[in-house]
């Protein structure tokens, strides 16, 4: 039987090793450069805290009261739809108080550019939906409500995105409305009495 042979080791008083230390880093091209600029800055931007805000009490949202003001999303009207659930009374069996469903004008054009599966949906938000206008380029409508909700804190969301629930679980004070079992459910709602969560 052959011995297997272990390799050599090089030594850390070898030629070969002290010139790979002593060689200087190469420097950095202006593109390279701004490339490391610009991702130190965003690295800096997402470790910064959230800023609070006035309106929150310990983890209450104190502009949150009755009528609630509720954005709902494509899908969540889609799968109200599927569900065959009536929007406005199961939104008021849920939170027991009056509702007011909003859509912006991304949501509205996203429903648009669906076309005709989704024209059903598209009919009940111009008809029973209160319409906020956007003042943004582009019609990307998640962008568009984490923008909206970030700046005032008096909404509900209602989405069966599960992206868009991650984005809006980092926003402090702002409850999800959602369906489970044919019926709207809400997260991270402050106690009150009769509301199911």
């Known amino acids: 039987m052959a011995k297997t042979r272990t390799p050599k080791l090089l030594s850390m008083k070898d030629s070969r090793v002290k010139n790979q230390l002593e060689m200087k880093p190469r420097p ?29 009490f310990f983890h209450y949202n104190l502009q949150l009261g009755p009528p609630f003001r509720i954005i709902c999303d494509t899908n969540f009207v889609n799968f109200s739809i599927k569900n065959k659930l009536d929007i406005m009374q199961s939104m008021m069996n849920c939170l027991l108080a009056k509702c007011i469903p909003m859509v912006t004008d991304c949501i509205v054009a996203e429903l648009q550019k669906l076309g005709q599966k989704y024209r059903l949906a598209l009919k009940i938000v111009k008809e029973q939906f209160e319409r906020l206008p956007c003042s943004h380029k582009g019609t990307y409508a998640d962008d568009c409500i984490v923008n909206r909700v970030t700046q005032h804190k008096c909404y509900i969301v209602g989405t069966c995105d599960k992206a868009l629930k991650r984005r809006i679980r980092k926003i402090p004070g702002i409850p999800i409305m959602f369906l489970v079992g044919h019926q709207y459910t809400i997260e991270r709602m402050p106690d009150a009495y009769g509301i199911r969560t």
């Open 28 to 56: 950095l091209k202006k593109k390279e450069r701004e490339k490391v600029k610009k991702a130190a800055k965003r690295a800096e931007r997402q470790n910064q805290p959230a800023i609070v805000s006035t309106t929150m």
